[in-house]
């Protein structure tokens, strides 16, 4: 089934001890869309501005990226700046320009709105209301935030997370918005608000999956080289949602392959800048090292 | 098989969000022997002081602990006194009382030399050679660490590291000693300086094992209540150890099996203070948290 994908689309300046990128590609859908497009079709909703790249259009149509829904407005495409240092697990933010994503509002096109399967990457909360409200069937939405909206617009998140099926969350995000330390207490608590599943992600420490039924947890692939973490959230959620999608089943079982699937995607993500190494993968390379994973976990 | 383990019996002095202890019953020994109790016959080398109470050696006698090579000194008992806020992830140190650790050599019963499985928990590295050289044959040896041994006696660590079977420590003593900051570089490293197999733990994130043949990763067991983790590392190792003394055997399925009793064994031991908790478990309870932990990370 078609998975539908509303989030930023940027360049992004980034900088780790391996090296400095300047203005790649980069954003929470299109780095979703990287692992996602492994497993089905996928449909962007997002916004670029007058300065972005025709060359980056032709990547991601290459890549089989569908944009029947993506804005080209007046004004520069959305730019964030930022580093990396020591153990490379948190971004230093040194600049954000939001240029068109500032009143960015979704423009939905007929056929993209039947899509049943929809991630709501991270952007303004409002703005994942808006879209939400305009399709017509949603069947299983999974939504992911950041400290910024929980911090400037959290009743904004709150309304929206009564709507969803799943709350995609770092842990940091997932202690902040549930004022509990404890991980499980979190979940627990971010369940109470809606989301039948919650989802939190550790960098370098894995998953964890809490719902009613069960719990779920991961840990990462373990990479001895870390290039450039941006966008693994982003890319775990592409192939958690683009396994779901596939599968078209939401059992236990499904849950935990579409984790694992989450989990490798991740990893590829980080061994390369932007999506340099996530957009030469096929899903034989995934699928070989989800096989490695499991040996590397399972007893 | 028998078991023997070199460490500290003492008596901590713990504050944690949920309360205070006061010279409670303590130390690497103790917290080790608790869990590796329910595999096989553990065997004790320590020293205590002349404070030491009565009832402390009776009830370690009731769980079946031999202390044929402990030996009670002139001078007080080693006391730790510490505190963990927050997410209780970290100790605070507020004061060592070395006592008659300060000049512990071990006095190993005959009985006990021909013990094969031999752990040397967190103690002076130069005790632990001199323990270790003391055996009769020596076949299976894990090591731990801390900090500080690694500062101060960095010569004699690396010595002893060339002699035994596996190396345990916690991230931050893998990153200190391997000077390596990604942590599966840091365990080739230390994989370098002797041990054929390398176990990393990484408290409420879980486990790592490197070895030559392979990579092993799992998430600790999820706990929504976390009263006082002292211990936690020991208890692990104490599960580990006491699988493998069992079983007999070495192979990659044993190892396996080995984290996850260790693994669960320390979800019991962060439960209560001390060894409140790991005293009362029997094999059975230990088991059943065994399989639900499968369940939680197996896909």
């Keep these: ?23 790649m590609l980069g954003g929470s859908a299109v780095h979703f869309s990287m692992s996602a497009r492994l497993f089905t079709d996928i449909h962007l909703v997002a916004v670029v501005g007058e300065d972005f790249p025709a060359q980056h259009l032709k990547f991601l149509k290459g890549k089989g990226i569908a944009f029947d829904s993506l804005v080209q407005s007046a004004g520069n495409t959305f730019h964030w700046e930022g580093k990396y240092e020591g153990d490379l697990n948190s971004a230093v933010t040194l600049n954000t320009h939001l240029g068109v994503l500032s009143d960015f509002s979704p423009k939905i096109s007929l056929k993209d709105r039947k899509i049943g399967n929809i991630f709501l990457a991270n952007i303004d909360p409002d703005t994942q209301m808006n879209l939400l409200e305009g399709m017509d069937s949603p069947r299983f939405v999974a939504v992911d935030s950041m400290n910024y909206w929980i911090d400037t617009k959290r009743a904004s998140l709150l309304r929206l997370l009564k709507k969803v099926d799943i709350y995609v969350a770092n842990d940091a995000e997932a202690r902040s918005l549930s004022g509990e330390t404890n991980l499980i207490k979190a979940a627990k608590r971010l369940r109470s608000l809606g989301p039948k599943t919650v989802l939190i992600k550790k960098g370098e420490h894995g998953v964890l999956l809490y719902n009613d039924k069960f719990i779920f947890s991961l840990p990462a692939y373990p990479l001895s080289r870390v290039i450039d973490p941006t966008g693994a959230g982003d890319t775990f959620a592409g192939g958690f949602m683009g396994y779901l999608a596939r599968s078209g089943k939401k059992d236990k079982e499904s849950f935990k392959k579409a984790i694992c699937y989450g989990t490798v995607a991740a990893s590829f993500n980080v061994e390369g800048f932007g999506v ?14 989800f096989k490695e994973f499991r040996e590397i976990v399972i007893f």
Tied chains: 1, 2.
């Design 276 to 289: 340099e190494r996530t957009s030469r993968i096929n899903f034989e390379q995934l699928k070989k090292r």
């Design 1 to 23: 089934m078609s998975l539908l994908v509303l989030g930023t689309v940027a360049l992004d300046t980034v900088k780790t001890p391996f090296g400095l990128r300047k203005k």
